[in-house]
């Protein structure tokens, strides 16, 4: 069979990364795809030292890339939301298949873009966009295909995850660690993105979809970063059983779905809760097959180019017979249902609340009244001693599970005693259960 | 589109299962498939109450299935050699797809399976094969199909998993644990299959064959079962920082493959380390992704329903187009080579002994030099004290990496040493590294 011809759109990490696996495996992968794959055209606005590029046409205008004739796949690694999505579009309207790792456009833009490929008849493929080089989309669309899922967790992303391993096993600060990864290259000059859980959240919107059939609707996901979690946060939820993990979470409940990334108590004993550092991984409970989990590297050129090269191959398998693909979002297009995304302030969790009181008879009978004139029942309440010469307690407690709005109610209530010093810290608990 | 028409041959656990799952989720599968699936007759010996046959065409002999014009998809989970080869073979013949959850089959007969269903260009699937419910076939046949894939280490059997779990926590001799997991029903009346190796061995060739790009060689496998380890043994490598699993183990050498399944301290910061009970999980370690694993339920009705049906929509996608289908080793038949399986006695390894010694001088001396001759390097020894009233001590020892054959060498040396009694016990050892 004559080869397949792919167009690498953006020659940064994750670019110069596909480049590389691609002439070093080119072998290797034709072994497995029964054909050749070639490297037709680079666009890019400049070389990368990363790259020999002596064999390869480059041009600096992508978009040349994406009417190139000669050109059957087009790989989007530029990043970003207009230039790429514009990139993408031209693509499709000129008959390319398209593979990308952007996680912010497909979570944005990607009905979009799947109603444009499905008019013209071509492939938009996106594994890299969730969890780097884990399989995760493949595992969800086609490996779990048989199961009415239940629930995703997953820590999706390194950075986060990071952070709250050093700060957890060092019992260092936010900032001071945030420095660290900074210096590493792990995190952006700005990293709103990673910590706010912005990054995360696409990547959630992504396997929400293609878990429950629903449209893509990343404006629907509530959002929580890590910057306000202290080491003693980390130390106490450890002294309970638990570990405290950036986690997004998609699940099905009667009244709708939960889609929410934030700070998170889980049990230590859960398998996902062991893993540190910038590993990522996805844990999907399903009804049939019961509890998986995904683990690899979420991030770096090599990881991010294994999936971008699966795509490739996928692509490069089907292009005779598109008819064969499996559907973008996992589910057909007229299959995709409109069960309505939850407000937070529906979702129900248990909590771990820190806060400081004065050590006053009649204090903690005030916050624990609060409590129960909302239903909120307390698993359990630490109270420290008064620091010498300090006047306010620190006070931890466990809840049960509560809707998100009365919690709220009950913050505010507390925060309102006078014997309560500042704001309450709450942090969810989930037992990663259905 | 016309409906997709299985046919399922085998009603025990696995069998009943796809029944019931392929019923109950038949609405979502077809939301993802795009098109139904129905279940066109059933062949089994007899009727299972788990099963609502009531709408089924049910046949007591599996064969007319197999031949069943109005059959697309054959599934074979009758289990077994003899009658499984047969049935499989007429599928093909008959022109049918088939998927199996059978893995001494595919493990044993795959190559003559796989060259009859080219040549009738029909599909034969078995993700259920390996590892129940985790699609970990799926996973390396695509999802790291950009990787030149240096290693795979699998947990793949919860019975021996469950087993060396509660000897570790609980402190508890072999013999106790496997008669609980027995009454359980994890394990077999007869458990030389899962306790010895030899289901794990099964599925370690065929994760090998799709990794490597080399052919079903299950009689070159090596296997050696857990009935030796004692929980002084766990204890030990514990206070060391190991944990002893199971292991399947397949390594990419410069002299060829590694292939075999053996009881294996493994560092306990690894994440497949804190794997446990029945669960499974399979480690990759490739080239451009790095490490990877996959892990969920092993075994069970559903979990592997799971997987079987996973397969089915995959078939029943591609029905059409068969041109489109990954190939069954992951490896185009021409692409596939012959680098060598290597015997155990060429494997490297580092090992822990565990021997019984005189407390006399120079006994310690004889042991070491008999190490020292064969150039075995000794990382770690620990003596305990000899036991009041009793002659022997309990001696330990970590190796560095060291051949098989020579360490055979040194054991046979040690043996016939007059102060030591018994025999040495000898696990491998591997920081799962390429």
New interface residues.
């Given amino acids: 069979m004559k080869p397949v011809k792919v167009g690498i759109c953006g020659l940064g990490t994750v670019g110069s ?1 596909t480049f590389n ?2 002439q ?2 080119g072998e ?7 054909r050749e794959l070639v490297i037709e055209q680079v666009g890019a606005r400049r070389d990368n030292p990363a790259c020999n590029l002596s064999d390869t046409s480059i041009t600096r205008d992508i978009f040349e890339v994406a009417k190139n004739p000669a050109v059957d796949i087009v790989v989007e690694l530029i990043g970003g939301y207009d230039t790429a999505k514009e990139l993408v579009l031209t693509a499709i309207q000129h008959g390319k298949h398209v593979v990308t790792a952007n996680k912010a456009l497909i979570a944005e833009h990607g009905n979009e873009i799947f109603a444009a490929a499905a008019e013209k008849g071509v492939i938009v493929a996106y ?1 890299a966009a969730v969890a780097g ?3 995760v989309i ?2 969800i ?8 899922i239940n629930t995703i967790a997953g820590i999706i992303n390194g950075t986060g995850n990071f952070i709250l391993t050093a700060m957890a096993k060092e019992k260092r600060e936010f900032a001071d660690v945030l420095a660290e990864a900074q210096a590493l290259g792990y995190a952006e000059a700005d990293p709103t993105f990673d910590v706010e859980g912005i990054d995360a959240a696409h990547k959630l919107t992504i396997l929400a979809s293609i878990a429950f ?1 629903v449209p893509l609707q990343f404006k629907s996901a509530y959002t929580e970063g890590i910057s306000q979690i202290t080491p003693e946060d980390l130390a106490h939820a450890k002294e309970l059983g638990y570990q405290i993990k950036h986690l997004g979470i998609a699940r099905r409940k009667p009244g709708g779905i939960e889609l929410r990334v934030h700070p998170t108590l889980i049990p230590d004993t859960k ?1 996902i809760a ?2 540190d550092g910038v590993m990522n991984a996805v844990m999907v409970d ?12 979420g991030a ?1 050129a ?2 991010t ?6 795509d490739i ?2 692509v490069a ?2 292009i ?2 598109v ?5 973008p979002l ?3 297009s007229e ?1 995709i249902d409109d069960t309505k995304i939850l407000d937070i302030e529906e979702v129900e969790s248990a909590y771990y609340l820190r806060m400081q009181a004065a050590d006053h008879p009649g204090v903690m009978a005030n916050i624990t009244r609060i409590l129960s004139d909302l239903n909120i029942n307390i698993e359990a309440i630490n109270q420290k001693e008064v620091p010498e010469g300090e006047q306010f307690a620190d006070i931890f407690m466990l809840t049960r599970e509560v809707r998100e709005k009365d919690m709220k109610a009950a913050i505010e209530a507390i925060q309102a005693l006078a014997d309560v010093s500042g704001s309450v810290v709450t942090i969810r608990m989930d037992h990663l259960g259905h």
């Fill in positions: 990364g696996v691609l070093r495996n290797e992968i034709a072994r497995r795809l029964g594994e080089g884990i399989p493949k595992a669309r086609e490996g779990l295909a048989a199961n009415r059939g398998l062991k893993v399903a009804d049939a097959v019961g509890p998986t989990m995904y683990y690899g590297p770096g090599e990881p180019a294994s999936a971008v090269i699966a191959v996928d398998r089907s005779d017979s008819s064969s693909v499996v559907a996992a589910f057909h299959a």
